[in-house]
Structures are given as structure tokens and as C-alpha cells.
């Protein structure tokens, strides 16, 4: 087997080759991407063995997306980045000891995260004393014995902070949650805090849920399904086999993005032979190339012909039952829209009217339409705003609560929504901490606790003393990195729980830990016998996750152990909650849940059955909505487009094919013609022309803040690209110096990494 980290590079990247961008994705190249480095780091026995269990229900559950299971599974039921996320976890290269002496953390700074992920797993936890620049070995129950002493010494536990990655189960998220606020805080960031907080914001002030209202089965009943800031090609790929399902039952997509995507275009289905041998599905029937924060502004102008529809066909356009019985708000909406300026949104959206006079007509011309959309649109100043424009559209036509149509945001990592649903938010409701309180005898805190971005501000102001991460790669993943890290450094006590190396081991406070842990790959082997864990998706299914491959070095822990462990070290028997207990048997842990969080009444049964369950569901289940009006609401949102200044570009973010979140798997982009590298801007050839600039120059991102000095992503190739005019792009997590940290979204407060005003500078004009 070849070893990875024989050939890990670093940037900068001296071999960086830029070609075509494609116009097709997955077909025989996805099969040969996904098993090459699989087979060339794990070898064919290890291999098979994982890809066999991927997905499968008694297998366990992919770790590189949230998109959801279709009932009937195929044999090979993952997508090429799902095989690169398991080759990841499941490599049996391992982290040595030796690593640590050889190794100071400051060499280690200047590594990048694809190297650092390629050193293998951790194994042993390690711990970085006071003064010293290298991590050293330490014992299980020193490490514990020594975090329990930091936290109990604290003047109050609202300074310390808990992250949690969505990686983590609903066992270990419900357990870490439990012990946080049996130490007396709410602080609890998570990574939905910098994804999909938008999307809970805005569907919880309109619906009265913040997931999903659809089911996997309704994309195949869709008359049409509006993909809007998304790229399911790259990072939830299965979503593309949804969407032909689509097509081939005679619906219709639309694509609306900045920047066209390969699996939009056309998909090779691997399972299909027309995948493999033939042309494959064209995917959207219509592109709209937005204008980067554009989306606001085009949902606005569709209501509107919606309106207008209606009023020149009195009672035919319109759900009339529908919005009279179950929703408030038509009257003010109307209203509001009927004002509503075609200039200004066409400097919006950079769209022509007879582009979105189309798109119209399609959602006028369908009976049930799906609007599905990720971080394209929850990472702007005005998200919020823009999802609930989503619901206007929705529900002037009923398009919530009927087979085949509803709202669907797609989440990021695994078990996000189900670690929500666990009870990991800073601000839980509450009849939740109410039931905390009934289950377990305290008195849970009321006060809300810091998110993500008020926990960088609370490490830089000193209001912060311990830091404690379950998973995740928090400095590398939230803006403002050079701010970000200084605030990491000024914590006494940083912990991470993890299974590989990445940037948040390398930037820590004064002490810092690591806790090795199993992978979702592994068999967990506790007291009573092998446990399995459970997550919930995309569309509120809920399914156990069983590890498949024995873990890869003696002595590891699951995180539900080292959270029981934490809590029983700092706690004691503080309650009376048996930490030991739940440790050994996962089944007394859904047991409590049942008792606290709803749609969980038998816990322990239903997610035994086959496939699991899927949880209540209001809007999508009986068109109930639990708003403080027990109606859906209708709402007016004021319209704000983002202006370009002369000689400056609108630049997002996104990943590269070969990544998820902050890890990287490879250093290629396949789709977009990228290889050997990751220092480039993507920017339309026209604005590279005003610009001065040429295909193939290197230059300077330098990003703008009123009163602040500049943020400068340096040396980057600039590569001539189909972007939307006036935008451009850049690789995530590089590019998020660039962000600064008090650039938020309204009411969400996630990081607006999709909208960052930059100019372009060659470096000799810097000099």
C-alpha cells in the first residue's frame, strides 16, 4: 500500500495545472477517483470490506454529507467523495510517537491541511504544556484528571466554550450538551453557526421548523425543483441521482448559481448504463447565472409575477384555501411587491428580464415545486431575509406540505441537523432545557451562550479561558483566520477531540490537548458489548451507524466515552447522571433522549428497524405550523443588493472537488480544470480584461473593511473563468483571511463568506 505522506505537498504549488472547466460530472472517471486512492492507501481486502458497509442499513452512515438514504439501497451505495472521506478516516497509517519530539508546533505552522491530514490517525492523546512548543504523551486519565481541574477552577463555566463539528452522533452531541449545561453554560458554537444558522433563523420564524419539509421520495414526484447556491456535483453527489429522478419522471430544474457547475450540466449516472456507456441526463433545463447576493432579489421579482398573475386571472394562480386557512401575511406582501423597482433587480441579479420572466413561467406552469439551496445563499449579510423569500415563493402556490414540493436546505456534515435536534445550540428553547431539567434534576442555565463568532470575540477579549472542540477544525474553518488565531492563543486551556491531524492542533491556547477517538468506520467496543450510534439527515430521517473495521490502534476512545469521562472527571457525581452507565450501554443514552427531545418517544425500537425512522415534521406532515400565529407567515423584507465599487470583484468562497469542510483530500479540482494546486481566483475573462490582468498572472487578493486595514490572500493564480460578471471565487479555507469576523449575516451571525469586496493587486505593486 502506498504510503500518503510520501507525497504530501505543500503550497505554495510549484506544479499547479489549470485546463477546461467540465461541462459533465461522475460516469467512469467518479468510479476510478473514488477507488484509486482508496485501493492505494487501504488495499483491496479494507477496501472492499468499507465500501460495502457505506450507507447501507447495517452499515454506517457516510461522514462526508447530511443528503439522505433512498429506501432501496444499491450495493455500492456512496459517491466518490464518500469513498475519499472513508479513505481518509480508515487509513491504517498512523500518527507515531515519535511525531511529537520531531515535530514542534510552530514547524508545524507553517504546514497546510492537506499535508497535516495526511500524517495518518491519532492515536494517543497528547498534551502541549505551558511554555513548551511540543505536544508529549500523556495518560487517559491524566488528560481528564487535567481538564476537569481547569474547568472546576474557572470563576464561572461561561468561561469556557464547547464546539461541536456535525460529525459527532446524536449520542455523544446529547451527552456533550448534557455535560455543558450540568457545568452551568450555554456556550456552545457549532459548525452550523457558519452554514445553515441562516436557514434555522428564517425557517423557524416563517414555519416553525428550521429543517427540511420535504422527503427523498418527493424529488421524483417534483414537477420542478429549483437548485439555488448550490453544487451537488462536488459536495453532495448522490443529490444528482435525485435529480435525474426528476427529469426521468418529466420534471424540470433550474440552476441558479454564480458559477456553473459540472454536475448541473450533465450526469453520468455510475449505477446506470447510460452513465457509463452513454451520454447520461442533462440535468438543469435552465441556468441562471446570478450576480453573487443576487437570490433576494430574484425571489422577490418571481413572487411578484406570481402576484400579477393572479390579478390578471382572478382565482386561478394562487392557493386561495391554502393561504387563507394556514398562513398570514398576503396582504402586506402584496403590497410591498407591488413596489418592488425591475431596475433595481436587474443590478441585483445581473439577470435580464427575460431570464427571470422564464423561470416564472416555469413555477407558474408546475402543480409542485421543491426550492433547494445551501451555502450560496446562507453565508450573505442578508441570508435570512433571502429564505424567507424562498417560503414566500412556496407558499403563495402551497408549495409546502404537498408531495413532491416544499422547502429543502442540504446540510454539510453528517449529523449537523442531528446534533442540533441533540440539544447543541447556544440559544435552545425552553420546553428542551425544561425537560433537561424534569429528566435529570438540575436546573439547566437560561441565559444564552456564545456562537461561533462570539466566541472568537469572547477568546480576544479575555472573556474566555477554556476552549474545548468535539471534532471540527475551528480556527481553520471560521473567518478571519489571522484574528481567529490570535484569539485561539489566548485561551489557557484548548482541547480537541479528533481522529487526524489538522490546523486546530497547531494553533492552541497557553496548554493544549488532543483526545484521540474512534472513527465512524470502527467498531466501538464498550462494556456491554459493540454499540452503534445513530444520526439523523437531511429530510429528519433518523438511522443507526454501525462501524465496520476494527479501530485502528488499541487504547482508542469513542466520543461518547471521552464525553462521559470529561463529565465524570469534572463532575463527579454532581446529579446523579450515570456517566459510567452510559458509557457502557448507548441504549440507557436513547433511553433519556426519548424522555427529553420529541419525535423520540422509542428510541431504542424505531431506530432498530430497518432504515430507521423519520421524525415528525409539521409543515411536511399536516401543513401545521408552530408559530407563535399557528400559521405559516408571509413576510416583507426590505431589498439589499451588495454594490461593486470600480475595480473591485464580489468573491466567495467554495471547495475544490477534492475536500470536505476544512479537509483536504487531494490537491486536484477536476471539474473545474484544476490540478496540482489550490492558489487560485476564478474571474470572468471580461473583468480580467478591465482589470488589466491576464489568464495565468499572479496576484494579490486584498479584501475591504470600512476603518479596518486590509486582509490580503497573497501570490494566487489567476485563472479565466465563467463566473458571473463582477465575481469571483477562491478556494475555502484559504481564503477565509480575507472575512472579517464582523462580517455577519443579519439575526444569524454567520461569517458572509459568499460576498467579500476585493481588489486585485500584482504583487510588485504591494512591494
Known amino acids: 500500500m502506498a504510503d500518503p505522506r510520501a507525497t504530501a505537498a505543500d503550497g505554495p504549488y510549484p506544479d499547479l495545472e489549470v485546463g477546461h472547466n467540465k461541462t459533465w460530472a461522475v460516469g467512469a472517471p467518479g468510479i476510478l477517483h473514488s477507488m484509486e486512492p482508496a485501493l492505494a492507501h487501504m488495499g483491496l481486502s479494507r477496501t472492499a470490506r468499507l465500501a460495502l458497509a457505506i450507507n447501507q442499513k447495517d452499515g454506517f452512515d457516510c461522514m462526508s454529507c447530511a443528503w439522505p438514504d433512498p429506501g432501496h439501497r444499491n450495493t455500492l451505495e456512496f459517491c466518490e467523495n464518500g469513498m475519499k472521506a472513508t479513505t481518509w478516516e480508515a487509513t491504517p497509517i498512523t500518527v507515531p510517537r515519535s511525531f511529537w519530539a520531531e515535530h514542534s508546533l510552530t514547524s508545524l505552522l507553517d504546514r497546510s491541511e492537506y499535508w497535516l491530514g495526511q500524517q495518518g490517525r491519532l492515536t494517543e492523546p497528547v498534551h502541549k504544556p505551558a511554555g513548551s512548543d511540543h505536544y508529549e504523551p500523556i495518560s487517559w486519565d491524566d488528560a481528564f484528571a487535567l481538564v476537569a481541574r481547569r474547568l472546576n477552577a474557572l470563576d464561572s463555566p461561561d468561561r469556557a466554550a464547547f464546539y461541536t463539528s456535525g460529525r459527532a452522533s446524536n449520542e455523544a452531541a446529547f451527552l456533550y450538551q448534557l455535560f455543558v449545561r450540568a457545568l452551568g453554560t450555554n456556550n456552545l458554537p457549532d459548525c ?306 479528533s481522529t487526524k491531524l489538522n490546523r486546530s492542533h497547531v494553533v492552541t491556547g497557553e496548554e493544549a490537548l488532543i483526545l484521540p477517538t474512534l472513527g465512524r468506520t470502527e467498531v466501538d467496543l464498550q462494556a456491554t458489548g459493540p454499540q452503534f450510534v445513530s444520526v439523523e439527515d437531511s429530510v429528519c430521517a433518523v438511522h443507526a451507524s454501525h462501524g465496520a473495521i476494527p479501530p485502528v490502534a488499541e487504547g482508542l476512545r469513542s466520543e461518547v466515552a471521552i464525553v462521559c469521562a470529561l463529565a465524570s472527571a469534572t463532575l463527579g457525581d454532581r446529579y446523579g447522571i450515570p456517566w459510567s452507565a452510559f458509557a457502557g450501554d448507548y441504549d440507557l443514552i436513547r433511553d433519556r433522549i426519548s424522555r427529553v427531545v420529541p419525535g423520540f418517544s422509542d428510541y431504542n425500537t424505531d431506530v432498530r428497524r430497518e432504515g430507521g425512522f423519520v421524525l415528525p415534521n409539521g409543515p411536511r406532515d399536516e401543513r401545521r405550523f408552530d408559530t407563535p400565529t399557528g400559521r405559516a407567515m408571509l413576510t416583507v423584507n426590505e431589498l439589499e443588493h451588495l454594490e461593486r465599487p470600480a475595480g473591485r470583484l464580489i468573491l466567495q468562497t467554495l471547495r475544490s472537488h477534492d475536500q470536505f469542510n476544512t479537509t483536504i ?101 504591494r512591494a
Open 665 to 765: 483530500y487531494g490537491l486536484n479540482d477536476r471539474y473545474r480544470g484544476i490540478r496540482k494546486g489550490r492558489d487560485v481566483v476564478f474571474v470572468h475573462p471580461d473583468d480580467l480584461a478591465e482589470l488589466g490582468l491576464d489568464d495565468g498572472d499572479r496576484v494579490d487578493v486584498v479584501s475591504e473593511w470600512p476603518g479596518q486595514p486590509d486582509r490580503t490572500l497573497a501570490n494566487q493564480r489567476v485563472v479565466a473563468y465563467p463566473t458571473a460578471r463582477g465575481c469571483a471565487a477562491a478556494y475555502y479555507p484559504e481564503a477565509n483571511v480575507l472575512i472579517p469576523l464582523e462580517s455577519a449575516a443579519e439575526e444569524s451571525n454567520t461569517p458572509v463568506s459568499k460576498a467579500v469586496i476585493v481588489r486585485l493587486e500584482r504583487p510588485t505593486e
Open 192 to 497: 452550523s453557526n457558519m452554514c445553515h444558522e441562516s436557514t434555522g433563523t428564517a425557517l423557524n420564524a416563517t414555519i416553525g421548523i428550521g429543517k427540511s419539509t420535504v422527503a427523498y421520495d418527493d424529488f421524483g414526484k417534483a414537477d420542478l425543483v429549483i437548485v439555488m447556491g448550490q453544487n451537488p456535483g462536488t459536495n453532495h453527489p448522490r443529490m444528482l441521482t435525485a435529480l435525474e429522478e426528476t427529469k426521468r419522471n418529466g420534471g424540470r430544474v433550474v440552476s441558479v448559481n454564480v458559477l456553473p457547475e459540472a454536475g448541473l450540466v450533465r450526469y453520468k449516472n455510475p449505477q446506470k448504463v447510460r452513465g457509463l456507456l452513454g451520454k447520461g441526463t442533462v440535468i438543469a433545463d435552465r441556468f441562471l447565472q446570478i450576480r453573487s447576493g443576487g437570490d433576494m432579489a430574484l425571489l422577490q421579482a418571481l413572487s411578484k409575477r406570481v402576484l400579477d398573475a393572479e390579478d390578471a386571472a382572478p382565482g386561478t394562480v394562487l392557493d386561495h384555501a391554502f393561504l387563507a386557512d394556514r398562513t398570514s401575511g398576503l396582504d402586506a406582501l402584496r403590497a410591498h411587491l407591488a413596489h418592488l423597482d425591475e431596475a433595481d433587480v436587474a443590478a441585483a441579479t445581473g439577470l435580464d428580464v427575460g431570464e427571470i420572466d422564464a423561470l416564472a413561467a416555469d413555477y407558474l406552469a408546475a402543480d409542485r415545486v421543491i426550492i433547494t439551496w445551501a451555502m450560496g445563499l446562507t453565508q450573505h449579510r442578508k441570508a435570512v431575509a433571502t429564505i424567507k423569500e424562498i417560503v414566500n415563493l412556496l407558499l403563495l402556490r402551497g408549495n409546502i406540505g404537498k408531495p413532491g414540493a416544499g422547502a429543502s436546505p442540504i446540510r454539510g456534515h453528517s449529523n449537523v441537523q442531528g446534533d442540533r435536534t441533540m440539544g447543541i445550540w447556544e440559544r435552545m428553547p425552553e420546553p428542551f432545557l425544561a425537560g433537561l431539567d424534569r429528566e435529570f434534576g438540575f436546573s439547566a442555565p437560561r441565559k444564552h451562550g456564545y456562537d461561533a463568532l462570539q466566541t472568537v470575540h469572547g477568546l480576544r477579549d479575555g472573556d474566555l479561558d477554556v476552549f474545548v472542540a468535539l471534532g471540527g477544525n475551528f480556527v481553520g474553518a471560521i473567518s478571519d483566520t489571522a484574528a481567529a488565531e490570535a484569539a485561539m492563543r489566548g485561551a489557557k486551556l484548548t482541547v480537541q477531540v
